[in-house]
């Protein structure tokens, strides 16, 4: 017995059970192909989040290094985001994938000045070349400063020198 229905693309073809079940077959294969897509996307974008906060950089210059890395160590991305999560969490990340992703994000750092550093386990490389780093208060050019981000301390009681002799206005 032979089974046929119309197709939707082509209204004028009929399909045998045969067409019917391979194309029930392949979107059942493209189905599980966008759910892997949407987990894998998730997992970039929260990488991509903890590069942010790791390296001080944009997000579009965080999806560059996460990319840069998978290309530089030739591990998939998806493969590399997950590195960097358990990083975060407080595992290890890889070695080559640890100085790769270090070189990258201060390839990717939109400031001048000094690299900070990354944590215990993610020091920031040396500058290019084995030069030293630009002299505290010189840019990279040797010009004006280097911008740089305050970062709070311990509240502490203004000396004599820094309390002002300013009477209150009214």
């Given at each position: 017995?032979?089974f046929?229905?119309?197709?939707?693309?082509?209204?004028?073809?009929?399909?045998?059970?045969?067409?019917?079940?391979?194309?029930?077959?392949?979107?059942?294969?493209?189905?599980?192909?966008?759910?892997r897509?949407?987990?894998?996307?998730?997992?970039?974008?929260?990488?991509?989040?903890?590069?942010?906060?790791?390296?001080?950089i944009?997000?579009?210059?965080?999806?560059?290094?996460l990319?840069?890395?998978?290309?530089?160590?030739?591990?998939?991305?998806?493969?590399?985001?997950?590195?960097?999560?358990?990083?975060?969490?407080?595992?290890?990340?890889?070695?080559?994938e640890?100085?790769?992703?270090?070189?990258?994000?201060?390839?990717?750092?939109?400031?001048?000045?000094?690299?900070a550093?990354?944590?215990?386990?993610?020091?920031?490389?040396?500058?290019?070349?084995?030069?030293?780093?630009?002299?505290?208060?010189?840019?990279?050019?040797?010009?004006?400063?280097?911008?740089?981000a305050?970062?709070?301390?311990?509240?502490?009681?203004?000396?004599?020198?820094?309390?002002?002799?300013?009477?209150?206005?009214?």
């Open positions: 017995m032979a046929f229905a119309l197709s939707r693309i082509q209204p004028l073809a009929l399909l045998s059970a045969t067409d019917l079940a391979a194309g029930y077959d392949r979107l059942l294969e493209e189905n599980r192909h966008l759910r897509a949407v987990t894998s996307h998730a997992v970039i974008d929260q990488a991509i989040g903890a590069v942010v906060v790791l390296g001080q944009a997000p579009e210059e965080a999806w560059r290094a990319r840069d890395v998978s290309q530089r160590t030739n591990v998939k991305l998806r493969t590399v985001a997950e590195h960097v999560l358990g990083y975060v969490q407080g595992g290890t990340l890889p070695e080559p640890r100085l790769e992703l270090a070189k990258a994000i201060v390839r990717y750092r939109r400031c001048g000045g000094r690299p550093p990354l944590g215990d386990d993610l020091p920031a490389p040396a500058a290019p070349g084995g030069a030293a780093t630009p002299a505290h208060g010189a840019g990279e050019d040797g010009g004006a400063p280097a911008p740089t305050h970062r709070p301390g311990p509240a502490r009681p203004a000396s004599a020198g820094e309390r002002g002799t300013a009477k209150p206005t009214r």
